[in-house]
């Protein structure tokens, strides 16, 4: 891993503990519909490439969307959680 690599991630992690879990549904639920919007121009993209890359292509895209619909389907689920606790809480 590049030197700073994980200092990028950290921060990348902590300006998300800081989206509100509505924000982070919207922006994944967002995600998916240009995911699907873009269907029709994936296919017309990768029409000029070699099967073999067509393929693997289209492979990493459907892992992207497997992937953000699990991420949607977890915050859903840690929404509908009567209390959050893994947030950090003021002390009394």
């Known amino acids: 891993m ?3 690599h994980m200092a990028i991630w950290e921060e990348f992690s902590q300006t998300l503990l800081m989206i509100t879990i509505d924000e ?3 922006r994944t ?5 240009r995911l699907e919007d873009d269907k029709p121009y994936l296919r017309a993209r ?6 073999e890359h ?3 292509a289209s492979a990493f895209a459907d ?3 497997a992937e953000a619909e699990a991420e949607l389907r977890r915050l859903l ?10 947030m950090p809480q003021p002390a009394d």
């Open 24 to 26: 982070r549904i919207a």
């Open 63 to 65: 892992r992207v969307r």
């Open 77 to 86: 689920a840690e929404r509908g959680t009567p209390y959050d606790w893994t």
């Open 29 to 33: 639920e967002r995600l998916l519909r």
């Open 54 to 56: 067509r393929q693997s």
């Open 46 to 51: 990768l029409s000029a490439l070699g099967a």
């Open 2 to 4: 590049p030197p700073g």
